[in-house]
């Protein structure tokens, strides 16, 4: 079964995946470095990688992670899908 980034995926049996990306607004500075998300100031970021996988299929996933320490205190990992635009928040923690 085949889903939208950022909507839940339902399976036959009624179960639903957990930890799906939610659309979250992000201001990145000329490097793509993360400075605000959801209105919340970056105080740290802790790591950076990039994903690509599923090349086979007809969309297939071009990600760049990062995980970030807010000003809150709070830890995201927010991602920018490379191939289809837009910032995503994977999970907290």
């Known amino acids: 079964m085949v889903a939208a980034v950022g909507a839940a995926v339902k399976e036959p049996h009624g179960l639903r995946s957990v930890q799906e990306p939610v ?4 201001a990145a500075d000329a490097e793509g470095r993360p400075l605000r998300i959801s209105g919340q100031d970056v105080a740290e970021v802790r790591d950076c990688w990039v994903i ?4 086979w299929r007809p969309t297939p996933i071009h990600r760049r992670y990062w995980s970030v320490l807010l000003a809150s205190g709070t830890y995201v990992t ?5 191939a289809a635009g837009g910032w995503y928040r994977q999970r907290y923690g």
């Open 23 to 26: 659309r979250v607004p992000v």
């Open 78 to 82: 927010v991602f920018e899908d490379l």
């Open 52 to 55: 690509t996988d599923e090349w």
